[in-house]
């Protein structure tokens, strides 16, 4: 159905919601899941609504209502507790594809276990109750387990299922749904965040497959997106090549990419890449001519932002608080400033001179390179989008929080160009935007 032809039957359920029965409010609910469609007043109605119907209404309508918040990023406390709530007196009729479905919902939607002690363990005990059914649907039990992952929990002896040869053979047998992506995800997933596991785990071939498969797409896809490749473009301006700047899937089972940027401990920038690394080092690199830049770069010096240049980036009179002269010291960030501010935040015309250029570009030297890995600072830098957050919130959806999680254990320390910030510098100059990720990159030392 069209756009146009959803809004409509939604519009028109809106303006006698209060009459309607539970059956029609959720395939009202339906209706928007499957489009993708969000209808703020729709939604608003069912803040009012589900907490007055949940103690009557049966599983599967509760399971829908949970999977449309999910499809729609909505999360909403009242909704999701009166669902919570309800959920423990339903577990004996509860499918293995309701249960399923309803860790998936909350797990996506960041409702954590301390909100509803009961709600996570009995869905976890039906999953139990009805293994027999994943002979079947072998996908509600990856489900249901990696919406358990979400919210950081691993119940041992399902994951051990999930992962056995048996059950990973009986999956890729699947017909009908691709479920490699959910295996591989599952266990990079445990990999990482159960260090000491002695069970099962996938093949090397299923993990190779599975990333071939996710970098072809990332490839096809958000590679191509100009927001990932400007940032790309200018972090590589800023650092001082492409040997500095990695795209590339740092986690895959995460399904996303990221700028990988490595930085020994007094902020030069480091080859991301051994090749690159060796290139550097390599003797017939070693003349002035193959430092990425002149004039600065020649001298082999840090670069000070000072007070006056970010004063004149920024279109502020003085910064709220002085910067050292030391190269080493990293800049202050730029302040966080309301949604109506961010338009204007950067509207300086500032004249792009070579010195400002210069200062922005922090080259690196061959010291540098040359630092041993256990003393360098590894950052994923991500361009994020609304699509990563629940809708009018800061609350990371379930992958993107366990991603977060994830990079953490395995080293990195996350930089987030937020869509609020970053969408909007797409249309600044290149002063601006070094200026930006200057102080983003810097600030994370």
């Not at 301390?114 to 994943?134: H, W």
Request: glycine fraction near 4%.
């Amino acid at each position: 159905m069209s756009e146009s032809a959803v809004t409509r039957i939604v519009d028109k359920a809106h303006s006698f919601v209060e009459e309607m029965s539970d059956f029609a409010m959720v395939n009202v609910l339906k209706y928007l899941r499957f489009s993708y469609l969000f209808h703020k007043a729709w939604m608003e109605a069912m803040v009012q609504e589900v907490p007055q119907r949940a103690h009557r209404m049966g599983v599967q309508g509760l399971m829908h209502v949970a999977l449309g918040c999910s499809a729609l990023h909505y999360r909403n406390d009242k909704i999701l507790m009166a669902v919570a709530e309800r959920i423990p007196s339903l577990v004996p009729h509860c499918r293995s594809k309701d249960s399923s479905k309803l860790l998936w919902a909350f797990g996506t939607l960041g409702f954590l276990p301390v909100q509803s002690p009961s709600f996570y363990p009995c869905l976890t005990e039906s999953l139990r109750q009805r293994k027999v059914e994943f002979q079947r649907y072998p996908e509600h039990l990856l489900t249901g387990l990696l919406g358990l992952a979400f919210v950081s929990q691993f119940p041992v002896d399902l994951i051990t299922l999930a992962l056995s040869p048996e059950f990973v053979n009986l999956a890729l047998k699947s017909t009908q749904l691709e479920l490699k992506k959910d295996l591989f995800t599952l266990d990079e997933t445990v990999a990482l965040e159960l260090p000491h596991w002695t069970g099962p785990r996938i093949s090397t071939e299923l993990r190779k497959d599975a990333t071939d498969m996710l970098w072809k797409f990332a490839q096809s896809d958000v590679c191509q997106k100009p927001e990932v490749q400007e940032a790309e473009s200018a972090l590589q301006d800023l650092l001082g090549g492409e040997k500095f700047v990695s795209k590339r899937m740092i986690l895959p089972h995460t399904r996303s990419i990221d700028l990988e940027v490595h930085l020994d401990l007094t902020g030069q920038p480091v080859p991301v890449n051994a090749e690159s690394d060796a290139a550097v080092l390599s003797p017939e690199n070693s003349s002035s001519e193959c430092l990425p830049h002149q004039g600065w770069g020649r001298m082999n010096v840090g670069v000070t932002i000072t007070e006056e240049l970010l004063a004149q980036l920024t279109n502020n009179k003085n910064t709220t608080e002085p910067l050292a002269p030391s190269p080493t010291i990293k800049p202050p960030s730029l302040h966080r400033v309301q949604p109506d501010e961010r338009g204007s935040l950067f509207d300086t015309g500032v004249f792009l001179t070579s010195d400002i250029t210069e200062a922005l570009i922090r080259p690196s030297s061959l010291a540098a390179s040359r630092s041993d890995s256990k003393n360098l600072v590894k950052l994923a830098i991500q361009v994020a989008n609304r699509n990563h957050y629940c809708y009018q919130s800061q609350q990371l959806l379930g992958l993107h929080a366990l991603k977060r999680r994830q990079l953490k254990l395995a080293g990195y320390r996350v930089v987030e160009l937020s869509h609020q910030d970053w969408f909007p510098m797409l249309r600044k100059g290149r002063a601006e935007k070094l200026a930006y990720l200057h102080c983003k990159v810097y600030n994370s030392l």
